[in-house]
């Protein structure tokens, strides 16, 4: 499907550990990261959008206008204004000086005993067995 759209892609399934090196590196064109997701926002979006203060960020692109949104966001404990620093950083998407492009995960299928009470599937796609009991 990716030549049939013009690209000439090339697959290279690599060790975990291993490709985190290669991406620190530079050693990539595209590199997908699997990432559970946080129920806050700045676990899911400062480590990858800053500029070489977070741990997770790989991209050759600079993200300079997103990193004071992102102090900003974190600088405030108001819902409200923490919304609207988040939605100026919505705002950067791909093709706008924004170089990472967060997917949502993939429905999560759990299966369950039927003597399992209180699971919830969480949004994020972790688990959290808080609440769980086996009748």
Known sequence: MAAEAGFD??????EFATSLKQAE???FQLYLIGWSGRSDPDGNSFIFQTCKRAAEHTATTATRRSTPL???????SDPAERKKAYEKIAAQVPGRGLDHLPLPPAGPDR????????YRQMPDGLVRVVGVKLK
């Open 25 to 27: 590196d530079g050693d």
């Open 70 to 76: 992102h102090t900003e966001a974190r600088a405030t």
């Open 9 to 14: 892609l090339k697959i290279r399934v690599t």
């Open 111 to 118: 299966a369950t005993p039927t003597r399992l009470e209180g």
